[in-house]
Each structure stands twice: as structure tokens, then as C-alpha cells.
T-cell receptor
């Protein structure tokens, strides 16, 4: 295990639902990330949190809302998603706030119906 | 200009052979080039990385070769093993390794036959 844990592993939700993805790391890292992985597309950075402060959102639609209550936990709140939002959502962390992700969680496979 | 082009899309190698995955970039501001390995059902994991001031970096059976003038870099897996079967992603970043400027390739699915 990488030390980055994501729940749930799989999620099916309707377009009118509200759900949340959870990520947890106990590596003592200072930065956490949300990435989107779609089939046959490069990994896309969605959000970066450094020392609990959001530093990048990469123009992600507002139907995705991140929350970082402390340096060990990261959430991605989802509402009124579209079918094209179906993908694998990956959380990652790094020790250095200006660094690149070193450890990724196993991801949440999201299907929007 | 931010794109990182990776090839091949899939690769099949016999056990003991050499696996080679190539990547090319255009943005000359990139100055940190990591490779990630992703097994089925798992998230990617940082495998090895190189800075452009060296032409080669080796860690065990994994070697990155870097050609700054051609703006190309490649991953070589020597003595490939079935346990190496995974998807490999190259990436490039500016600002000495910043996630905010980390651009990924589209991935190469490697299968090593026993």
C-alpha cells in the first residue's frame, strides 16, 4: 500500500445525486492532489492543496468542489454531474508543497448514469 | 506546446527482453521528467525521474535516457519480467518539479510474456 487511501473504490451516481469522495494520507505529507484519469487520455490535475490551502484548480467545473479540513484528509464533493464525468478519480500526496505527486491512492471508479 | 507525446501505446516483450518506451516534448521550460508505473486496479506510483542536466539515470533494471537537443526521453527496462507488466506514464514538469505544471503522456501498456 502507498499510504494514500481512497473511499469508496467504486461509485455509481445519478446526475441529480450529491456524493463525496474521500482521501486520507498519514505520511506526514504537506500537499494533496485530485487527478482525473479517463480512458485513453493523460492524467488531468484537478486540484492541489498545500498546507490545507487550495493553490490550483485548473479550471475545473463548479460541480466538483474540493475540501481539505486538515493535512491528512481531502474530499471531493460531487453534484449534478454529467455522464462525461465518469472516470477514475485519483488522490495523491507529496512531502514538498511545491513538488510532484509521489504516492497515489487506488482511486475511485465513478460512473454517472 | 504543453503536450507530452508517448509511444508506443502498447508493448509486448518476452521475459528477459528490453522494454523501451519513448516520450517527446516541445516546451523547453520543462526541467523535470518523472516516470510513473501503474498496475491494474492501483494508482500510479513514481518510478524514476531525471533532470535535463544528465543524459542518463539508472535505478536497478530501470534506466531513463534523456536527449535535451531532441527534446526526447525514454524508459528502458532491462531483463523485463512478467511482474513489470503495467501501464507506464512519462511526464514533464517546469519549475523544478511542480505539480501545477506536470503534464502526463497518454501511457504505454506493457505486457511481459513468461
Amino acid at each position: 500500500e502507498t499510504g494514500v487511501t481512497q473511499t469508496p473504490r467504486h461509485l455509481v451516481m445519478g446526475m441529480t445525486n450529491k456524493k463525496s469522495l474521500k482521501c486520507e494520507q498519514h505520511l506526514g505529507h504537506n500537499a494533496m492532489y485530485w487527478y482525473k484519469q479517463s480512458a485513453k487520455k493523460p492524467l488531468e490535475l484537478m486540484f492541489v492543496y498545500s498546507l490545507e490551502e487550495r493553490v490550483e484548480n485548473n479550471s475545473v467545473p463548479s460541480r466538483f468542489s474540493p475540501e481539505c479540513p486538515n493535512s491528512s484528509h481531502l474530499f471531493l464533493h460531487l453534484h449534478t454531474l454529467q455522464p462525461e464525468d465518469s472516470a477514475l478519480y485519483l488522490c495523491a500526496s507529496s512531502q514538498r508543497t511545491g513538488g510532484i505527486p509521489a504516492f497515489f491512492g487506488q482511486g475511485t471508479r465513478l460512473t454517472v448514469v | 506546446q504543453q503536450q507530452v507525446k508517448q509511444s508506443p501505446q502498447s508493448l509486448i516483450v518476452q521475459k528477459g527482453g528490453i522494454s523501451i518506451i519513448n516520450c517527446a516534448y516541445e516546451n523547453t521550460a520543462f526541467d523535470y521528467f518523472p516516470w510513473y508505473q501503474q498496475f491494474p486496479g492501483k494508482g500510479p506510483a513514481l518510478l524514476i525521474a531525471i533532470r535535463p542536466d544528465v543524459s542518463e539515470k539508472k535505478e536497478g533494471r530501470f534506466t531513463i535516457s534523456f536527449n535535451k537537443s531532441a527534446k526526447q526521453f525514454s524508459l528502458h527496462i532491462m531483463d523485463s519480467q512478467p511482474g513489470d507488466s503495467a501501464t507506464y506514464f512519462c511526464a514533464a514538469s517546469g519549475s523544478s518539479g511542480s505539480a501545477r505544471q506536470l503534464t502526463f503522456g497518454s501511457g504505454t501498456q506493457l505486457t511481459v510474456l513468461p
